[in-house]
């Protein structure tokens, strides 16, 4: 389903059965036809899968700056669900889609992304409770972090200088790669030498306020003097909703491997900050977590004196 002007008034169009439908929505105010088209989303009971996330997607590519890794979902599970209603979605349909994409070497993590993509989806538009979904085994916590030589060559790898900026603060700020690519130049203050990763929304995980390390404000400074928008991270005056593949080219010529991600950054950066001896409730915080157990659950093994005063006992 799309917005489509017709004789001065706004109205929804889609496709069924090869033929073009429309519907009017009686208005011609634009933020009013893509209010009442919401409505209409949330209503309907016909429509199929791919006239929900439509929608939806519509709507999240105006506020998710993890829009392009939704789009990628959404093209995964187009194939198998986008042609049915929410109801046709089953456990058994959804562990058929699980194994197809097992054994086309895709990871469990990936899958799961997916198909949350597509729950999300109907939640959004109120019709997930008429559905079935299974998920496959939560993956275990990812173990690959990189040594300080091995982030320096990442970081001479960088061909772009956005491309270094974000490596620069990924592992500075402990930021999630969505957090950094939406960071804009009135939540970096040179003054007091800190970095807001938050943006006043709620709902948005780990987006701490953090001191700027020397390597990042001399790069942030420099960024500053190039800026050609309001965002930190830039190409050609528009900011990035995706640098995953700048980020593998450049991991590809720092001879890493695949499994490397934007998000390895900030794993490593934790991993760091516990083998310096950091106290854990300083690391969550670091983090944006809202609860230490979970860094303490994660990282504790990477401090110098994990279990030390235990092992004592054993002597």
Same mark, same amino acid.
């Given at each position: 389903?799309?917005?489509?002007?017709?004789?001065?008034?706004?109205?929804?169009?889609?496709?069924?059965?090869?033929?073009?439908?429309?519907?009017?929505?009686?208005?011609?105010?634009?933020? %009013?036809?893509?209010?009442?088209?919401?409505?209409?989303?949330?209503?309907?009971?016909?429509?199929?899968?791919?006239?929900?996330?439509?929608?939806?997607?519509?709507?999240?590519?105006?506020?998710? &700056?993890?829009?392009?890794?939704?789009?990628?979902?959404?093209?995964?599970?187009?194939?198998?669900?986008?042609?049915?209603?929410?109801?046709?979605?089953?456990?058994?349909?959804?562990?058929?889609?699980?194994?197809?994409?097992?054994?086309?070497?895709?990871?469990?993590?990936?899958?799961?992304?997916?198909?949350?993509?597509?729950?999300?989806?109907?939640?959004?538009?109120?019709?997930?409770?008429?559905?079935?979904?299974?998920?496959?085994?939560?993956?275990?916590?990812?173990?690959?972090?990189?040594?300080?030589?091995?982030? %320096?060559?990442?970081?001479?790898?960088? /061909?772009?200088?956005?491309?270094?900026?974000?490596?620069?603060? /990924?592992?500075?700020?402990?930021?999630? $790669?969505? $957090?950094?690519?939406?960071?804009?130049?009135?939540?970096?203050?040179?003054?007091?030498?800190?970095?807001?990763?938050?943006?006043?929304?709620?709902?948005?995980?780990?987006?701490?306020?953090?001191?700027?390390?020397?390597? /990042?404000?001399?790069?942030?400074?420099?960024?500053?003097?190039?800026?050609?928008?309001?965002?930190?991270?830039?190409?050609?005056?528009?900011?990035?909703?995706?640098?995953?593949?700048?980020?593998?080219?450049?991991?590809?010529?720092?001879?890493?491997?695949? %499994?490397?991600?934007?998000?390895?950054?900030?794993?490593? /950066?934790?991993?760091?900050?516990?083998?310096?001896?950091?106290?854990?409730?300083?690391?969550?915080?670091?983090?944006? &977590?809202?609860?230490?157990?979970?860094?303490?659950?994660?990282?504790?093994?990477?401090?110098?004196?994990?279990?030390?005063?235990?092992?004592?006992?054993?002597?």
């Amino acid at each position: 389903m799309r917005l489509k002007l017709y004789r001065g008034k706004w109205a929804i169009t889609w496709r069924e059965e090869g033929r073009t439908k429309r519907r009017s929505l009686h208005t011609r105010n634009r933020g %009013e036809a893509e209010r009442r088209l919401k409505d209409y989303a949330r209503e309907v009971v016909g429509g199929t899968v791919a006239d929900i996330a439509a929608v939806y997607l519509k709507e999240k590519e105006k506020t998710a &700056h993890s829009y392009g890794s939704m789009l990628t979902s959404w093209k995964a599970v187009e194939p198998t669900f986008g042609h049915l209603r929410p109801d046709q979605i089953t456990r058994d349909l959804c562990r058929q889609y699980i194994s197809k994409r097992q054994k086309a070497g895709i990871s469990n993590g990936t899958i799961r992304r997916d198909l949350g993509v597509l729950r999300a989806g109907l939640r959004y538009a109120k019709q997930d409770s008429r559905a079935a979904f299974a998920f496959p085994a939560i993956p275990p916590p990812r173990e690959r972090y990189l040594s300080r030589p091995e982030y %320096e060559a990442l970081l001479k790898a960088c /061909a772009l200088p956005h491309v270094g900026l974000f490596v620069t603060l /990924a592992l500075a700020t402990a930021g999630r $790669a969505g $957090a950094i690519l939406a960071l804009t130049w009135d939540r970096v203050d040179f003054d007091k030498s800190i970095i807001r990763l938050a943006d006043g929304r709620s709902g948005r995980k780990g987006r701490a306020t953090v001191p700027m390390t020397d390597r /990042a404000a001399r790069a942030l400074k420099q960024a500053y003097e190039a800026r050609t928008s309001d965002y930190v991270i830039e190409w050609g005056g528009q900011p990035l909703k995706s640098i995953r593949r700048a980020f593998s080219a450049a991991c590809a010529r720092a001879g890493l491997g695949l %499994e490397v991600t934007p998000h390895t950054l900030r794993h490593t /950066a934790a991993v760091w900050l516990a083998e310096a001896g950091t106290p854990m409730p300083e690391i969550a915080t670091y983090l944006g &977590h809202s609860d230490s157990r979970v860094t303490e659950r994660v990282y504790a093994r990477f401090s110098p004196g994990y279990l030390r005063k235990a092992s004592k006992a054993l002597e």
